[in-house]
């Protein structure tokens, strides 16, 4: 394991200990309820939906696909715009009838012995494969940042480390209808840094890479392929298939079906999380083309879905490199 491979493991371990650290403080009670409680705090833990594919599927998705990558998170909106008739009633049953899981909702509304069993079934199959490309998503930014291949136990201990997660703040509890406060404060945490990470990679896409709002103007003059690349697949693309999808993802999904209803603590969070998860959906997206047409510009040695990976890899190396020019001048 040489140096880079070494920081970067230091690093990934000191975040994932932070997590540990907010959902620990938070069930033993370190931080005041009032933040824990807060709406926002709820509506950030839904970002739980945009996981890898926020930095990697959202920009290579647009690379190939235009401004369809728009329709993954337009249908979640349409979603929580009709909370009121939609979700709110469903968060209602939830409660009232105790119902823990999505098996648990068909099996209450269409009352046969197998109906649960079929429904789980499902969704083992539908989380399996995803389970597997995030894990594949960890050991690829690995290669990205570090430029060789990671050791083939670093996938081991990714699935170890959310095995111990899962134990230690979810599966420990006695019920299953008590709250895992540390849980969602730990993923709402986890959304802010996600957040506050993407749009700092497209500030410094649009001034570090495009050289501010003018010149980016100027490019897009020279290269007015670009604009039209995005444009021309939601003339011909299937846009409505993408947001039907995503419209039934943004409540279907179990990971978001479990947050957004058995997590709930108060059903005023829900008439928040409405307009406050979209927002947080729209700002997750204002970088993406920034970051596709700055990786296109810079002619980056990778694919589009990990130009987030390639510009954070440039940007240090710039930085490595005018340190050490400043040494020894």
């Known amino acids: 394991m040489n140096a880079e491979l070494g920081i970067l493991y230091a690093v990934g371990v000191a975040y994932l200990a932070l997590l540990f650290f907010v959902a620990h403080a938070t069930e033993k009670g370190w931080l005041p309820d009032a933040l824990v409680r807060h709406p926002l705090v709820y509506a950030l833990s839904l970002g739980v939906y945009a996981t890898s594919w926020s930095f990697y599927g959202s920009v290579g998705f647009a690379g190939e696909q235009g401004y369809n990558f728009l329709t993954i998170y337009l ?5 929580f715009a009709l909370a009121p008739v939609l979700l709110a009633p469903i968060l209602r049953l939830v409660r009232d009838y105790q119902l823990t899981s999505l098996a648990d909702l068909f099996a209450f509304r269409y009352r046969h012995q197998f109906t649960g069993v079929l429904v789980t079934l499902f969704m083992l199959a539908g989380v399996l494969p995803y389970i597997a490309l995030q894990i594949k998503a960890v050991t690829e930014s690995v290669a990205v940042l570090t430029q060789e291949a990671p050791p083939h136990l670093l996938a081991l201990g990714f699935c170890a480390t959310l095995s111990l997660f899962a134990i230690l703040f979810g599966a420990r509890h006695i019920t299953p209808r008590e709250k895992h406060e540390g849980l969602v404060m730990a993923i709402a945490f986890e959304s802010a840094v996600k957040l506050i990470a993407l749009l700092m990679v497209g500030v410094f896409a649009l001034f570090g890479i495009l050289g501010g ?3 980016l103007g100027e490019w897009l003059l020279e290269h007015p392929e670009a604009i039209e690349a995005l444009y021309a697949p939601v ?4 846009w409505m298939t993408f947001m039907l999808l995503a419209f039934a993802a943004a409540f279907l999904l179990p990971r978001q079906f479990h947050m957004i209803f058995v997590e709930n603590m108060e059903p005023r969070a829900l008439r928040v999380a409405a307009w406050a998860f979209p927002l947080f959906l729209l700002l997750l997206n204002l970088p993406i083309p920034l970051i596709l047409w700055a990786g296109q510009q810079a002619q980056l040695g ?7 990976l390639g510009l954070v890899r440039g940007g240090i190396d710039e930085r490595t490199f005018a340190r050490r020019g400043s040494m020894f001048s």
């Open 75 to 79: 249908g979640v909106t349409l979603a």
């Open 213 to 215: 709002p003018a010149a």
């Open 302 to 308: 990778t694919v589009p879905d990990y130009y987030v």
């Open 235 to 238: 003339r011909e693309g299937p």
